[in-house]
């Protein structure tokens, strides 16, 4: 199985920060990854796909890259709505799996 | 838009069978373009994949599972079931389904979206 590697596992920081989470996986993904943000209570929602491109709808601050095994999400303004959990998912190949996941917290 | 409701008991005894279904509304369950998945979320942990199912029955489990897990479709409902046999304390969790994206030139199993509210599910006597 695909191991991912998520960090940091809890951060915080200040309305306006720069945000970067990475994951790494055990071995090359071909960017066949994806990002969640799991707010509290919520479901997840897909924010990011294909490590870089985002969904319709989610807000130009949020941002992916990465290739190989190494892939990083990036806030580029901190908003208080986006205090979350982030999660990535690798899918180049079955089990699909999760990374531990990233909880946002403002400081 | 999709949505997606999961509904099935809360409660499960150990030993026993956690049952739940997902039902669909807004799109088809026998699209060709999507799996649909269920993944779960024990309290206050991370997020783990159990099976995925496609339109023509095909299923794939996560290893770690597959001896206890089904998941089945039904067409005429639009809906689709999960069932895990024997479950203990550690199945205690938040089970959700969610639409999947399928490449079907790459049989490749993708993200999930959207997901459905979550179901808490508690094992215990």
């Known amino acids: 199985d695909i191991q991912m590697t998520q960090s940091p596992s809890s951060l915080s920081a200040s309305i306006g920060d720069r945000v970067t989470i990475t994951c790494q996986a055990s071995?090359?993904?071909?960017?066949?990854l994806c990002w969640y943000q799991q707010k509290p209570g919520q479901a997840p929602q897909l924010l990011i796909f294909?490590?870089?491109y985002l969904k319709t709808g989610v807000p130009s601050r949020f941002s992916g890259s990465g290739s190989g095994t190494y892939y990083t999400f990036i806030i580029s303004s901190l908003q208080p709505e986006d205090i979350a959990t982030y999660f990535c998912?690798?899918?180049?190949?079955?089990?699909?799996?999760f990374g531990g996941g990233t909880t946002v917290e403002i400081k | 838009q999709v949505q997606l409701r999961e509904s099935g008991p809360r409660l499960v005894k150990p030993s026993e069978t956690l049952s739940l279904s997902c039902s669909v509304s807004g799109g088809s369950i026998s699209s060709s373009a999507n799996y649909w998945g269920w993944i779960r979320q024990a309290p206050g942990k991370g997020l783990e994949w159990i099976g995925s199912i496609y339109y023509n029955g095909r299923t794939y489990y996560n290893p770690s599972l597959k001896s206890r897990v089904t998941i089945s479709g039904d067409t005429s409902k639009n809906q689709v079931s999960l069932k895990l046999n024997s479950v203990t304390a550690a199945d205690t969790a938040v089970y959700y389904c969610?639409?999947?994206?399928?490449?079907?030139?790459?049989?490749?199993?993708?993200?999930?979206?959207?997901w459905g509210q979550g179901a808490l599910v508690t094992v215990s006597s």
């Open positions: 998912q690798q899918y180049d190949n079955l089990p699909l799996v």
């Open positions: 071995q090359d993904i071909s960017r066949n």
């Open positions: 294909d490590a870089s």
């Open positions: 969610a639409r999947q994206e399928y490449s079907g030139a790459w049989d490749r199993l993708k993200w999930f979206d959207p």
